[in-house]
Structure formats: structure tokens, C-alpha cells
């Protein structure tokens, strides 16, 4: 079963780092364009960041400077570095990326399940 396994979550202090990383797991032809969000407890989910295929990257204002999206796609995995995290970033960190299973398939939308992101002194 084809899915999008995020990982790298954990307790930090503010000012720490952490990489969270978006792996497909499963049989797939190629990865298209991922975004990250997050959602706060209480909170709507939100934009965070996106990699496209070709490289391009786009983030949320809250995170610019901070935050680094990459992939390697012989890997089928994108990486959110996040470097100076404060007690605000805290979430629920879900990937979303956009799957081709076979050459002549489109490419499908799949969310993975989250990891928690907790900053905290």
C-alpha cells in the first residue's frame, strides 16, 4: 500500500532544530510537488512549505529564514529542516505530496498521518 510516512518529530527547547522528513513507502513511479503543513491543537491546519519537482520552494511568511524545504527524489523523500523553533511552531507537522504510481498514471494527492512537533523549555 502506497503511502506518505512522516518522521523526526520530538521535544525541543526554543532556539533548537529538528528535520522532519516525508518518505513513500510503497511502489511508486516518481514523487510530484509536497507541501508541508502543521495544525496547533485548536487551530486550523496551515501552509508551511513546497518543493516542487523542479526545485522551486515557497513558505509561509512565519517560517522564511527559519525553515528549509529539499527532497531527494531518488530517495522519494523531503526533508523540512526547521532551525530555530519557538514554543509557536509546536503542531502537528503533515506532509502532502503528490504521487504517480505508474508512468502513464496522473499524479494522485496523499497525506501522511503527522508528527508532533513540541518546543518547550
Known amino acids: 500500500q502506497v503511502q506518505l510516512v512522516e518522521s523526526g518529530g520530538g521535544l525541543v527547547q526554543p532556539g533548537g532544530s529538528l528535520r522532519l522528513s516525508c518518505a513513500a513507502s510503497g511502489s511508486i513511479y516518481s514523487i510530484g510537488a509536497v507541501r508541508w503543513y502543521r495544525q496547533a491543537q485548536g487551530k486550523e491546519r496551515e501552509f508551511v512549505a513546497a518543493?516542487?519537482?523542479?526545485?522551486?520552494?515557497n513558505y509561509a511568511e512565519s517560517v522564511k529564514g527559519r525553515f528549509t524545504i529539499s527532497r531527494d527524489n531518488a530517495k522519494n523523500t523531503v526533508y523540512l529542516q526547521c532551525n530555530n523553533l519557538q514554543p509557536e511552531d509546536t503542531a502537528v507537522y503533515f506532509c502532502n505530496g503528490d504521487l504517480k504510481l505508474y508512468v502513464l498514471t496522473p499524479y494522485r494527492s496523499y497525506w501522511g498521518q503527522g508528527t508532533q512537533v513540541t518546543v518547550s523549555s
Open positions: 518543493s516542487t519537482v523542479g526545485g522551486s520552494t
